[in-house]
């Protein structure tokens, strides 16, 4: 009975490996057998444009801080937040009456020393008549010659003297002039056309020049010319010229495309954690004023453009029918500037040479080859290297996709 039943056992297992190993023929065959199907795009007409894109910061082309060369509390302020302004407007005014009195004082000073300067001039030519006077006398003998030298001595300390009172003008006249000109300091003057877009300061604060210059107002020269400030990275730089279109947006207007041009790229890199980036500078119009200084935009540079060329999908330039690992020939040498695609032609596909020109990332250019518009490239294989859902579509026809 044990024999018996040992064997039953042998054969109970040959019978299932055995159809195991035919199950899986069965598998293998009609996996060799299934009909591979491609993935195909149309051949299509339109623009290509290749593009750089940034953030950046919108603002006034020109903003001049008006600051304080005197310190003192501000005493008056009249203008405030978007006031317009014209060159020579005063702006605000620090308390004068410091500076007044310096003024004062010195123009007393250089009263006086104009009235000694008179004095000493009178005292000048009453010795020069002296000296005259004893030079006859010494003639006559009247007096010694030691007296008459130091009548001389005298006369000549009374021109030294004189001198000495136009100096001591000029020096009281320079220090009028000074503090005249602080006192004119504290008239805070607009220098430009333009609009405040920044008031630091409120009437009674006190400003201190002492150190260094301190802000009391910023004025945008014109806010209908604007510029976006924004950083490209070093991978993009080279692709950007002077005179490029550019679109951008900003967050308060999303549905709005503003226009500008490049009018800028500074050579002077930006490393920030090792990342290199180079201003660029936008020019924009904004006549409307609908742009404000420090809008983030979002903007995109034009380095290059097609207007209504044949072009194919980006990808049909990889795909080769070769299932992955197996070698194959190419016919021809290929440069950066030749290709090949495939096109499916209904019981099956064949190579097309393509010389391509411009690509913005998803189509390229075609500039010559025996393509056409509405010719299906293909862009993918679906078949049993691909696995069991290459089963699921039916023989022979290829799964379509719309053009990007």
Same mark, same amino acid.
């Given at each position: 009975?044990?024999?018996?039943?040992?064997?039953?056992?042998?054969?109970?297992?040959?019978?299932?490996?055995?159809?195991?190993?035919?199950?899986?023929?069965?598998?293998?065959?009609?996996?060799?057998?299934?009909?591979?199907?491609?993935?195909?795009?149309?051949?299509?007409?339109?623009?290509?444009?290749?593009?750089?894109?940034?953030?950046?910061?919108?603002?006034?082309?020109?903003?001049?801080?008006?600051?304080?060369?005197?310190?003192?509390?501000?005493?008056?302020?009249?203008?405030?937040?978007?006031?317009?302004?014209?060159?020579?407007?005063?702006?605000?005014?620090?308390?004068?009456?410091?500076?007044? *009195? %310096? =003024?004062? +004082?010195?123009? $007393?000073?250089?009263?006086?020393?104009? !009235?000694? #300067?008179?004095?000493?001039?009178? @005292? &000048?030519?009453?010795?020069?008549?002296?000296?005259?006077?004893?030079?006859?006398?010494?003639?006559?003998?009247?007096?010694?010659?030691?007296?008459?030298?130091?009548?001389?001595?005298?006369?000549?300390?009374?021109? *030294? %003297? =004189?001198? +000495?009172?136009? $100096?001591?003008?000029?020096?009281?006249? !320079?220090? #009028?002039?000074?503090?005249?000109? @602080? &006192?004119?300091?504290?008239?805070?003057?607009?220098?430009?056309?333009?609009?405040?877009?920044?008031?630091?300061?409120?009437?009674?604060?006190?400003?201190?020049?002492?150190?260094?210059?301190?802000?009391?107002?910023?004025?945008?020269?014109? +806010?209908?010319?604007?510029?976006?400030?924004?950083?490209?990275?070093?991978?993009?730089?080279?692709?950007?010229?002077?005179?490029?279109?550019?679109?951008?947006?900003?967050?308060?207007?999303?549905?709005?495309?503003?226009?500008?041009?490049?009018?800028?790229?500074?050579?002077?890199?930006?490393?920030?954690?090792?990342?290199?980036?180079?201003?660029?500078?936008?020019?924009?119009?904004?006549?409307?004023?609908?742009?404000?200084?420090?809008?983030?935009?979002?903007?995109?540079?034009?380095?290059?453009?097609?207007?209504?060329?044949?072009?194919?999908?980006?990808?049909?330039?990889?795909?080769?029918?070769?299932?992955?690992?197996?070698?194959?020939?190419?016919?021809?040498?290929?440069?950066?500037?030749?290709?090949?695609?495939?096109?499916?032609?209904?019981?099956?596909?064949?190579?097309?040479?393509?010389?391509?020109?411009?690509?913005?990332?998803?189509?390229?250019?075609?500039?010559?080859?025996?393509?056409?518009?509405?010719?299906?490239?293909?862009?993918?294989?679906?078949?049993?290297?691909?696995?069991?859902?290459?089963?699921?579509?039916?023989?022979?026809?290829?799964?379509?996709?719309?053009?990007?």
């Amino acid at each position: 009975m044990g024999a018996r039943l040992a064997k039953s056992r042998r054969l109970v297992g040959w019978a299932v490996a055995a159809l195991l190993l035919v199950a899986v023929g069965i598998y293998w065959m009609r996996g060799r057998g299934a009909p591979v199907n491609y993935v195909t795009a149309p051949v299509t007409r339109g623009p290509i444009v290749r593009s750089v894109t940034a953030t950046g910061t919108v603002n006034p082309v020109t903003t001049v801080q008006v600051g304080t060369y005197v310190s003192g509390p501000i005493s008056n302020i009249y203008v405030d937040f978007n006031s317009s302004v014209k060159a020579g407007q005063l702006m605000a005014k620090i308390d004068p009456r410091p500076y007044q *009195a %310096q =003024v004062d +004082l010195t123009r $007393a000073a250089l009263a006086n020393a104009r !009235a000694q #300067l008179r004095k000493d001039q009178a @005292n &000048l030519a009453y010795q020069k008549v002296t000296d005259q006077r004893d030079a006859e006398l010494v003639k006559q003998r009247a007096i010694s010659q030691d007296a008459m030298d130091s009548q001389f001595s005298t006369y000549n300390q009374a021109v *030294a %003297q =004189v001198g +000495l009172d136009q $100096a001591s003008i000029q020096q009281q006249q !320079a220090s #009028l002039n000074a503090s005249e000109l @602080n &006192l004119y300091y504290t008239n805070i003057i607009s220098p430009v056309d333009g609009t405040v877009v920044s008031r630091n300061v409120d009437v009674g604060q006190t400003v201190a020049a002492s150190y260094q210059t301190p802000t009391l107002f910023l004025v945008a020269k014109d +806010l209908t010319k604007m510029q976006v400030d924004t950083n490209v990275s070093e991978s993009d730089i080279g692709a950007v010229r002077i005179g490029q279109p550019v679109d951008f947006t900003v967050d308060a207007y999303t549905t709005r495309v503003f226009k500008g041009s490049v009018v800028q790229a500074r050579q002077a890199p930006i490393t920030v954690q090792n990342v290199v980036t180079y201003d660029v500078v936008v020019g924009v119009s904004n006549a409307e004023l609908l742009l404000m200084p420090g809008m983030t935009a979002n903007i995109t540079i034009v380095s290059d453009h097609r207007d209504d060329v044949l072009r194919v999908p980006l990808r049909a330039l990889a795909f080769s029918p070769h299932p992955r690992g197996v070698a194959h020939s190419s016919s021809g040498e290929r440069s950066e500037h030749s290709a090949r695609v495939w096109v499916e032609d209904g019981g099956g596909i064949h190579p097309v040479k393509i010389a391509r020109g411009l690509d913005d990332g998803n189509n390229v250019e075609v500039l010559s080859g025996d393509l056409k518009e509405g010719d299906a490239v293909v862009t993918d294989r679906l078949g049993p290297d691909n696995g069991p859902k290459a089963n699921a579509f039916a023989g022979g026809q290829g799964l379509h996709l719309p053009h990007m």
